[in-house]
């Protein structure tokens, strides 16, 4: 098996960092192929069990990334984004699943770099990290 | 310094020095101590009290004090201030007024408009400056027999570099017209 | 041909956009034009704005009807259905009166066609120009063939013909064809030369061969007009030599110019005839050249003069009104030799290139570092009113938003560096006067540390020329009247505001005036119109404004041109356009047809297509897989009309480039073809494709089937039903508050022909505008304020309850009924939409035993003795003023921004009346913001005494014999002065009225001052956050007569976007209950941000008000069992969409058999 | 100090005077009926039940060492509308502590309950007591069991109580309106009954009960047994951690599962109507188990069963009580508990929140601050 490619599902916020990304894509800053962004409204309706679906499938990590607090177009999603990230991570470490698998970051619009430098950060972190167990293991 | 009472000089409008008073603060008047004006004047180190001081003190009418200052004295009249005030005040003018306004006050004033008085009756006479002859007659209003002990030295190193001229009618009367415009424009003939 | 809009609004900046779409949402159509070949004016350069340091441009989007406009980040672009955006556009000329205006406009070519550019930046790396990019403020360089600005889309590029050295490298770089140099059309282009030396045609000859101009020559006057009366090949550009023999030149000229007026005439002079041409120049010949021409600058010259003859278009238009929102340029600094080292020091920028050097698009990636020498900067200086309040540069006016920069730019600075930056900010007066902007300076000098200095930087120098750093050295006077010398890395000036660059040719081409300052002139009372009727400014046209002013500007001004194109050209009754209806689909099994456009060929060269076509045909539900041209031309758009007829599906996958553009389009072919425009989508197959030419085709084949089958997977489980049916809307309007606020928002909606109830407690009309007896600016209020009151009286659409309360409102949005109760008992009054107008009042800020003394009294009531003459100024000994009583403190740290304005008209009403009076005024910061820093200036020469005081040590009132005593300390003189006048007058600012029972009937919020709390400080200044609720006035803060006036014409024309709605329709993707699952635990209710959903006690239901729900899909993250769900991402799409992005990938083993055998295209059941 | 009274025991028979004291408790007119445990047919199961004629109470036993099923979501539904008086209901601690949870989801209503809340010794698993009370007269084991376990007894008549209950660090219900304590005190004595909310004192005062003092013997017991329990569950909960330290562990824990959702049906916190695992959104395409299939070569049915329990642990882990009626609805016998009050100490802890400790704090996810858990993303907030 050549070297380790790890995959990430990003669940984006269709208002900042989908535009970030969007100029991070144009620019062809992020050079990694295994990077799938979903597009969701807004952070705040990232269900718990979407995070939890993805890493049960394969995913090495699961990005939640939105706009900066007070940016939300929504007002407030981010804010409870981030208490649904802090739950799931409690529950998860206890499961051998480091918390670096499931990461929440703020990406501003105009900063198609920051979210570039994000994505390759995080790539690196769960190259060392290795690939997650469910990606051999079948579990359901 | 205990607290100085601010007076309320415009009632007194009887006379000249009122006026001139008056002319100074409206110059000065829209000047929001900015400070631009003390930080680009090259002579601000020696002075007792800076330039925005000097106006400041000139709005609220502190005629006394101002003119007790050698400020306006150490005015070259280089222009700078004039030049950078963001609002555009004729500072400059104002400090010669202010030079005006204590010759015309006299008292101990008198002695520091001496200098001035003499130089431009000296480059009346001769239609040049005549350094002997300003500085005689300098010491003569003066009266101070030490005074031409202390400037000595500078006139030796004038005498060796030729800078003191002896006395020549040469170029006397040319600069009257120029004096008698400035009298009727004044109307002080 | 002739194309009709309601109204042009000139500027595309944050206010036209506003204004544009404030007149869209109403259902006018727009025309928005800007001479920049982008949109967003200067926001585009600003990441963060005060006072809340968030962008947060996208919340001007509509909040109904969301389908018709774009939703996503403001930064990318706007597309609205009814506004037609026109780039690199300008006004030539104007004639026609209001209703009825005929508009010719410019429009500059980009030379790159949109459809065919992908932003693959290929030209702009061959182009050998570098000049400044205006983007980054001048710190990088870009090339003539460049992207506006990096973040917009479309995003294609733009050709900048002035810096382009017509070398063609882009032209030959460029994949997809997209520059179009126009070269075909060349051989149409016929150039004639007249010139009795045959050397000059020969040289032209061969310079010009590989220009494929088809040249002729003549050698006298009379065949050179023969040539030009020959129509078959009209002659565009001749070439007229001085010394031509047989007629002479001028003759020839004018003959030429009869046979074709746009004929191009070019005088060739030798040297001495030059004086001779430009004489003739003035009868219509349009250059003028000395021979002999050298090649090196014929050839370019040529080549755009016939590039731009060619490209650029006039458009007539036919428009109701014209907004004006040009905005402002910022103050260059570098014109004219400044003391203060700007262009000399690299160490001295502009606040607009610090702006850059923070953002995450500018020169350093948001990494403060120095221009120049790349020195981390940790010590940064701002120095304010450069270039304004400045008398020597023209400009004694205030740029009313430099201070605010300033302060937020500090904590930019100290948050990139993550606190280590030292900050300090060198002013005069620091003018925080908007809403929440004392607070915002306050944090920022106690908690994050921000120096503020009040002095004047007077010199700035190089630290120390030995070493060679580029660090620099401040020199200032301190308070003290100490000279102080500090070094700093970085200083910063705080520029001021200029009109924008062409207002002068504008306001002679519209016939509007402009001020003394340029801007273009407005009245105090009507602050959105022009001189011209029919014409009106928005934004920062008649002024510098921050962004909520300029949006409250803006919205003034569309109520205007709203009300003029009713008035002028009455619409006949919008009928509502025709509710699509779409094929219902909900009982058909899912059929996909995906569209793959192949038009770039990048796609061809990285992604074997067969195997690509192969796989999505094994896809679930995939019924056919086709390839078409080019999906952004129109054949491209019919192949898939065609295929969509042919195959019936009834979900539709496009593969193309710039998905965002393309959702216009998805909503005609929805249409046309009768497919609700959910149940389609367009994937990006381009960005994967674009970086990785070199790479295995298995690895991008695989990225791009991994977008497209997530992409078709959540189609598949996209819910066909019909959205709800829309709400009717009560077209009738609540005003409550009967003041110059409510006043002016009744009459601005009664003119649309919609019916206003105006409620007032008090028992006449006027509220505290009755007050103002005279303003600064000598306009008269009393008379203003009859006029208003006696039409607001008379108008046939208002009824106003005088000495009346609403007592009960209820309802949901759209159709709200309120009891009003009235001295002769209740009315109920249905309506759609309710502006507040509470009002505000002087703050009785009195200390124990001031009231007593006759000899104290407020601003307010000074005025009013001044006006009835009850004062006897000559009997006064002098008057002392002290602003910020009790007030910009702990109690109430806001700014009144009124109380300065007010000090300075009774002062100079106090001089005028008796020129000997001596006045002294006590101050912190003298807020004259805008045009009215020259009655400051008025003021100062007028002999009033100015003498700052600060928190620390106030001015302290003693008594002696009913005299008042005012001790303070003069920081100048740094000397205790007293000052014994006969009159102390204090401003204490403004207070909000009691609005805590309308708080609790409407469920609206209120500020930490009391005032009403706005849904967002810049971008929605008089929206609430619960919708069709609006609020002006003094009631939403504390503002001049003219600021009320605008915020209430503002509130109006939001109002207005309501009523003129027949029907109210939501956006598709809103929220959903599924009623059995529902266990009404009420976790989505108290999610919801919007308060758009409640509790239905009857049937025990959840209910959604699916006008308020803005899609966000909190509710549907809350809900354990997905009862509440979110269209567009129910949970089956979005767990599929999952499943598809991993699938596939490199587990450990590869995938054994493609999947053929899986189940093929009918099978997949629904 | 909530104020307390005792209750007179004759004849060493505390579960007659606790039917006296629960009779007068009827006759209030505040009161509409108790719903108390009851045995119903001689040596069969005791099961909760609505007494309002006080003749009934003859068979009410709140010392039993049973517990069917979780009461609390009974009382939701006898409490869930308008009423005029009251239910009182006699429930163990960790079912008031469910109750409170079902409150804040607007699933219960607290003003249409009275809650008298009994210290819990333990209680066996369903089938265990039916073997305990087999042949012997329920009530008079039930006394024996108190005795016994007041005594110290591991596991008082031979069989070991439930682990849930061993590890249960709350046998007195702090939150009800009146309790009855009985550790620490010699029950065939008296027993102390103290009330702790305003409507508890206002009951307690209209029944007229003689005062008691506050025996010092009640502290230190409850002290000893609270610590004896916490050291039980702190040992449980290491061995959970170390049976599912990893996803593979975690599926081998679980491997008995078969999605029947009993665990979910049972517990008390878990109101949904249906749970999203039996709904539409999780019956799937035969395409789509092909292709999962087809990632990993086989695919185990039914499918989404690690799956379940990780969303359940996130959907009710902070509403967890801890009351074992999972583990007891499992029909394989999968320690259902064990996990769920592992993991749910870790996000209450997280949260700094206690399952039904008051109405007053708000569930952790319904609520957030602007400055938080800047930890989450990265230290930046």
Known sequence: MEEFEPTIVAFVCNWCTYTAADLAGTARMTQFPNVRLIRMMCTGMVDPKYVIKALLAGADAVLISGCHPGDCHYINGNYKARRRVKLLQEILTGFGIDTRRVKLTWVGASEGNEFAETVNHLVNEIRELGP????????? | MSQTEVKDTKTKKADLEARALADIQDMVAACMQCGTCTASCPNSFAMDYTPRQMWRMIIFGMLDEVLKSKTFWLCSACYTCTLRCPRGLPLTRAMAALKRLAALRGGEQRKKAAFYKEFINN??????????????????????????????PLGLKMLGKGKLHPPSGAHKGKLDAIFDKVKQMEGTT | MKKTYGALVVGAGVGGIRAALDLAETGQSVALIDKKPNIGGILTQLDYQFPNDHCGMCKMLPLTERDGSSQFCMRKGLFHRNIDIMLSTEVTALEGEPGKFMVTLRKRSAFVDPNKCIGCGKCSEVCPVKVKSDFNAGLTKRSAIYLPVPHNIPNHYVVDLDNCLRCWQCYNACPTGAIDFKF????????????????????????????????????????????????????????????????????????????????????????????????????????????????????????KLYMRMMSDETLDLDVGAVILAGGFECYDPGEVGDVLGYGREPAVVTSVEFERMCSGTGPSNAKLIRPGDNKPIKKIAWLQCVGSRDLKKKADYCSSVCCMISIKEALLAKKLTKGEAETTIFYMDMRTFGKEYERYRQNAEANDGVKFVNARIHSVVPADQTSGSKDIKVLYLDEAGRLQEEVFDLLVLAVGARPPVGTKELAEALGIETNEWGYCKTRYFTPSRTSAYGIFAAGSYNGPKDIAETLIQSGAAALEASRIITIYAPLTERTPEPQPEYRNVSRETPKILIALCTSCPILEQTVDMDSLVARLGGLASVAQVAKIGSACTKPGWEEIE???????????????????????????????????????????????????????????????????????????????????????????????????AGMTAAMGIADHGYAVSLVEEQETLGGQAMNIRYTLNDEDPVKFMEDLIDSVQKHPNITVYKDARVVLSSG????????????????????????????????NVYDYGFRVHKCVMTQRELEDQLASGALDTSALSGVAMIQCWRSRDEGRSYCSRVCCGQALKNLLMLKKRNPELPVYVFYRDIMTYGFAETYYTQARKAGAVFIRYDLKDKPKVEFEDKVPVITARDPILQREIQVRPSLLVLSGGIEPNEVSDLQEMFGVEVNADGFFQEAEYKWRPVDFLKQRLFMCGLARAPGNMSETIASAKAAAQRAVRILSEMRLTSGSVIAEVRHSLCSLCGKCISVCPYGARSLDLEQDMILVDELLCQGCGACAAVCPNSASLLRGFRDQQVLSVIDAALNGLNYGRARAAEPETATQTEGGES | ????????????????????????????????????????????????????????????????????????????????GEMVNKVAAVLKPCEIRAFVELVKLNQGNMDNALLIGVDCLGSFGNTEYLNYVKDADPIASSQEFARAALAGEE???GTPIAKACMACEHPSAVQADLSIGLVGLDIDDHLVVSAHTARGEGLLSRLGLPDVAEAPSRAKAMAELVKKRTAFRDKMFEETNEATASVEKLARYLSGCVNCYNCRVACPVCYCKECVFVTDVFDHKPWQYLDWAGNKGMLKMPTDTVFYHLTRLAHMSTACVGCGQCSNACPNDIPVMELFRTVAARTQAAFGYEAGKSTDDAPPLSVFQEKEFSEVTGGVD
């Open chain 4, 155 to 157: 596991s008082p008549g």
């Open chain 4, 1 to 80: 100090m909530a104020t307390t009274a005792k209750i007179e025991v004759r004849d060493k028979n505390p579960v007659a005077a606790l039917q006296t004291f629960l009779a007068q408790v009827l006759e209030d007119e505040y009161v509409a009926g108790v719903l108390a445990p009851r045995h119903l047919n001689d040596n069969g199961a005791l099961m909760p039940t609505l007494v309002t004629d006080p003749a009934m109470l003859d068979r009410v036993d709140p010392l039993a060492p049973a517990f069917p099923f979780n009461a609390a979501k009974t009382l939701v539904k006898l409490t869930n």
């Open chain 2, 123 to 152: 480059v009346h006479k001769y239609g040049r400056v005549q350094e002997t002859g300003l500085m005689f007659s300098y010491f003569t209003t003066m009266m101070d027999p030490f005074l031409p002990l202390s400037y000595a």
């Open chain 3, 812 to 843: 949901r949005a759209g159709r709200f009924t309120s009891v009003i109760a009235t001295d002769q008992g209740a009315v109920s009054f249905d309506h759609g939409a309710t502006v507040l107008a509470t009002g505000g009042r002087e703050a």
């Open chain 3, 184 to 303: 075909e059309e060349r051989q149409g282009f016929h150039i004639l030369v007249a010139d009795s030396d045959p050397k000059t045609f020969e040289d032209m000859k061969d310079w010009l061969q590989d220009q494929n101009f088809p040249l002729r020559h003549v050698f006298d006057g009379d065949a050179a007009v023969d040539a030009l009366a020959d129509q078959s090949r009209q002659v565009r550009i001749l070439f007229l030599d001085m010394g031509l023999p047989g007629s002479d030149p001028e003759k020839v000229l004018r003959r030429g110019l009869e046979l074709n007026p746009d004929l191009h005439v070019v005088l060739m002079a030798q040297p001495d005839q030059e004086q001779a041409a430009r004489e003739l120049a003035g009868q219509g010949a349009k250059d003028v050249l000395l021979k002999p021409f050298e090649p090196k600058r014929f050839v370019p010259w040529l080549d």
């Open chain 1, 132 to 140: 997650i167990e469910t990606r051999e293991l079948m579990v359901v």
């Open chain 3, 642 to 740: 065609a295929l969509a007829d042919k195959h019936s599906p009834n979900r539709i996958l496009i593969g193309a480039c710039q998905p965002y553009a393309y959702i216009p389009k998805l909503r005609e072919l929805g249409q046309t073809i009768g497919l609700n425009p959910a149940l389609m989508d367009v994937v990006d197959i381009f960005t994967p494709t674009a970086a990785r030419q070199g790479e295995d085709k298995g690895a991008v084949e695989r990225e791009v089937f991994s977008a497209l089958s997530m992409a078709s997977v959540r189609l598949l489980g996209a819910d066909p039903t019909p959205l709800p049916p829309a709400t009717q809307v009560t077209r009738k309007a609540l005003v409550v508050g009967g003041g110059l």
